[in-house]
């Protein structure tokens, strides 16, 4: 314990350093050590701190904090540093035991003095509590020797009840607009049931690195203070739970209906492994989607294939905690709780045309079966915590492919004359064997919104700048040819146009390229 505690410079006026000449002259001090029940008689242990077994009491130990002529208005405190950073997130409380006596030989009484405990990142961000501390006298009880020793109901009686601190009452300091809450400038605070919890900085109980004991003096004070049992308490540990159920149906392939819903509580792990980690939001997902098939209006032998799909997905999540924040979202006002909620809402269309099966008719298969469409259209609705979307968006693709084997488009007759005219075994290929033209439309408009919170306005949602209506054609052609037997060509050529930037060829508006890509 002991080496893990570091004496704090004593400061004054909320953080500034007492001068060494100042400390000098009034021989003030604080130390940082160690007692425990079996070295140190004095010495009584919390309540239910000491296991009895076989007739002996296990080792107890607490943190001391020694005090010499600590002037009013003078804090002195033993810090403890870690060297990763601690999430107290998964928790619902903090901790402990503590005790304060004054010195062996002091013979009058002291008003309470004021305890201080800091939890945070840094010396600049970081949660304070304050609590008058009610100081002993050393001779509170006695021994069987008639030797002094510390009382132990007064680690936990009702002048000094033990430590128990909601660590919501700690990000409750983030709701500026409550009228309890004060600003003082450099810090802000409020009161509730005898505590006085202040706020410097910005923490968070997600990044803990630090934790500081100790006193502000109301008054010159020497004594001795005692911290026992410092833990986290009432973890967050409800089972988790999911659920799933999906129905789906058809009819003669021509109609197909698919329902599914998804939930996911808090704390519900996919896995079976034990993490440290905790899952702090809830889930649920609703999908429908349906389809016919409009080729069953055609002949089977035509092998035509034209599925219309409609979808509607919805989902919903929401966090135990303020999004970027250790606020609980229990804590916030009815407005912020609806808006601290990931919802999306999405409609979708789809239409898809092509042929499977090969037509007697060449034009037909050069025209149809050679032919791909695609078209969808679709409005989504999305928000987060700080953001908002509305967006509508279509395309339409047009896909034409037209392939054939080497030996389609071999010239025997010429080949026959070039390798006996060469002595070779080569081939000579006067067509390309692969011909693909891909043209994609696609058009969106956005509608996105921002959640400003600045320090001179009112939290708002604002339109955001990226809104700007997006209509564009891209084209994808290539092109495969074997010149020889060990000699290919192969071209493919890609362009981006911006149709919102017109440029028109014979009163048809062709739009302003923007990328082209050859090789």
Same mark, same amino acid.
Do not use: C
């Given at each position: 314990?002991?080496?893990?505690?570091?004496?704090?410079?004593?400061?004054?006026?909320?953080?500034?350093?007492?001068?060494?000449?100042?400390?000098? *002259?009034?021989?003030?001090?604080?130390?940082?050590?160690?007692?425990?029940?079996?070295?140190?008689?004095?010495?009584?242990?919390?309540?239910?701190?000491?296991?009895?077994?076989?007739?002996?009491?296990? #080792?107890?130990?607490?943190?001391? #904090?020694?005090?010499?002529?600590?002037?009013?208005?003078?804090?002195?405190?033993?810090?403890?540093?870690? =060297?990763?950073?601690?999430?107290?997130?998964?928790?619902?409380?903090?901790?402990?035991?503590?005790?304060?006596?004054?010195?062996?030989?002091?013979? %009058?009484?002291?008003?309470?003095?004021?305890?201080?405990?800091?939890?945070?990142?840094?010396?600049?961000?970081?949660?304070?509590?304050?609590?008058?501390?009610?100081?002993?006298?050393?001779?509170?009880?006695?021994?069987?020797?008639?030797?002094?020793?510390?009382?132990?109901?007064?680690?936990?009686?009702?002048?000094?009840?033990?430590?128990?601190?909601?660590?919501?009452?700690?990000?409750?300091?983030?709701?500026?607009?409550?009228?309890?809450?004060?600003?003082?400038?450099?810090?802000?605070?409020?009161?509730?049931?005898?505590?006085?919890?202040?706020?410097?900085?910005?923490?968070? #109980?997600?990044?803990?690195?630090?934790?500081?004991?100790?006193?502000?003096?109301?008054?010159?004070?020497?004594?001795?203070?005692?911290?026992?049992?410092?833990?986290?308490?009432?973890?967050?540990?409800?089972?988790?739970?999911?659920?799933?159920?999906?129905?789906?149906?058809?009819?003669?392939?021509?109609?197909?209906?698919?329902?599914?819903?998804?939930?996911?509580?808090?704390? @519900?792990?996919?896995?079976?492994?034990?993490?440290?980690?905790?899952?702090?939001?809830?889930?649920?997902? @609703?999908?429908?989607?349906?389809?016919?098939?409009?080729?069953?209006?055609?002949?089977n032998q035509w092998g035509l294939s034209m599925p219309v799909v409609i979808t509607r997905n919805q989902s919903l999540k929401l966090s135990r905690f303020k999004a970027n924040s250790d606020i609980l979202r229990e804590n916030l006002s009815k407005e912020d709780k609806e808006r601290e909620q990931t919802k999306s809402l999405s409609y979708r269309?789809?239409?898809?045309?092509?042929?499977?099966?090969?037509?007697?008719? /060449?034009?037909?298969?050069?025209?149809? /079966?050679?032919?791909?469409?695609?078209?969808?259209?679709?409005?989504?609705?999305?928000?987060?915590?700080?953001?908002?979307?509305?967006?509508?968006?279509?395309?339409?693709?047009?896909?034409?492919?037209?392939?054939? %084997?080497?030996?389609?488009?071999?010239?025997?007759?010429?080949?026959?004359?070039?390798?006996?005219?060469?002595?070779?075994?080569?081939?000579?290929?006067? @067509?390309?064997?692969?011909?693909?033209?891909?043209?994609?439309?696609?058009?969106?408009?956005?509608?996105?919104?921002?959640?400003?919170?600045?320090?001179?306005?009112?939290?708002?949602?604002?339109?955001?700048? *990226?809104?700007?209506?997006?209509?564009?054609?891209?084209?994808?052609? *290539?092109?495969? @040819?074997?010149?020889?037997?060990?000699?290919?060509?192969?071209?493919?050529?890609?362009? =981006?146009?911006?149709? #919102?930037?017109? *440029?028109?060829?014979?009163?048809?508006?062709?739009?302003?390229?923007?990328?082209?890509?050859?090789?």
């Amino acid at each position: 314990v002991g080496n893990k505690w570091i004496e704090e410079p004593i400061t004054k006026d909320f953080s500034s350093l007492v001068s060494e000449i100042e400390l000098d *002259n009034n021989d003030e001090i604080v130390s940082v050590g160690i007692v425990d029940n079996q070295k140190n008689p004095h010495y009584i242990p919390a309540p239910g701190t000491v296991i009895e077994k076989t007739g002996e009491s296990s #080792l107890e130990q607490s943190l001391v #904090l020694t005090y010499k002529n600590l002037q009013a208005g003078h804090r002195g405190y033993a810090t403890q540093e870690f =060297t990763d950073k601690y999430s107290l997130l998964g928790y619902e409380r903090i901790r402990f035991w503590v005790y304060a006596e004054e010195t062996e030989d002091y013979l %009058g009484d002291y008003d309470p003095q004021t305890l201080v405990i800091r939890i945070g990142a840094n010396e600049t961000n970081y949660y304070e509590i304050r609590k008058p501390l009610v100081i002993r006298d050393y001779n509170a009880d006695i021994d069987n020797d008639m030797n002094p020793i510390m009382k132990s109901k007064y680690w936990n009686d009702e002048d000094n009840p033990q430590i128990d601190i909601k660590l919501s009452d700690l990000t409750f300091l983030k709701n500026e607009l409550d009228e309890t809450i004060i600003d003082m400038g450099n810090y802000s605070y409020y009161l509730k049931n005898g505590y006085e919890f202040r706020r410097i900085g910005n923490p968070t #109980l997600s990044n803990i690195k630090e934790i500081s004991l100790g006193l502000e003096a109301t008054e010159l004070f020497n004594g001795t203070v005692y911290f026992d049992d410092i833990r986290v308490a009432n973890p967050f540990e409800e089972p988790g739970y999911a659920g799933y159920v999906d129905l789906s149906t058809s009819l003669a392939d021509f109609i197909g209906f698919n329902a599914s819903m998804e939930v996911k509580s808090e704390n @519900f792990n996919t896995s079976t492994e034990r993490k440290k980690s905790y899952s702090y939001d809830s889930e649920n997902n @609703f999908n429908l989607s349906g389809n016919i098939g409009l080729h069953k209006f055609f002949p089977n032998q035509w092998g035509l294939s034209m599925p219309v799909v409609i979808t509607r997905n919805q989902s919903l999540k929401l966090s135990r905690f303020k999004a970027n924040s250790d606020i609980l979202r229990e804590n916030l006002s009815k407005e912020d709780k609806e808006r601290e909620q990931t919802k999306s809402l999405s409609y979708r269309g789809s239409f898809n045309f092509s042929q499977n099966q090969k037509p007697n008719s /060449k034009i037909m298969e050069y025209l149809v /079966k050679n032919t791909k469409l695609e078209g969808n259209i679709q409005k989504r609705f999305s928000s987060t915590p700080t953001s908002a979307d509305s967006t509508l968006s279509y395309s339409a693709k047009h896909i034409y492919t037209m392939s054939y %084997g080497k030996d389609d488009v071999e010239l025997k007759v010429w080949n026959s004359f070039w390798n006996k005219l060469f002595n070779t075994n080569h081939k000579l290929y006067f @067509f390309p064997t692969s011909i693909s033209n891909t043209i994609n439309y696609n058009v969106e408009y956005p509608e996105r919104w921002t959640w400003r919170t600045t320090a001179d306005t009112i939290p708002h949602w604002e339109l955001s700048t *990226n809104n700007d209506t997006i209509k564009t054609v891209t084209t994808n052609s *290539n092109i495969s @040819f074997p010149v020889t037997s060990n000699l290919d060509f192969n071209y493919s050529l890609n362009t =981006t146009r911006d149709m #919102l930037k017109e *440029n028109y060829y014979k009163d048809f508006n062709i739009g302003t390229e923007k990328t082209r890509t050859q090789k």
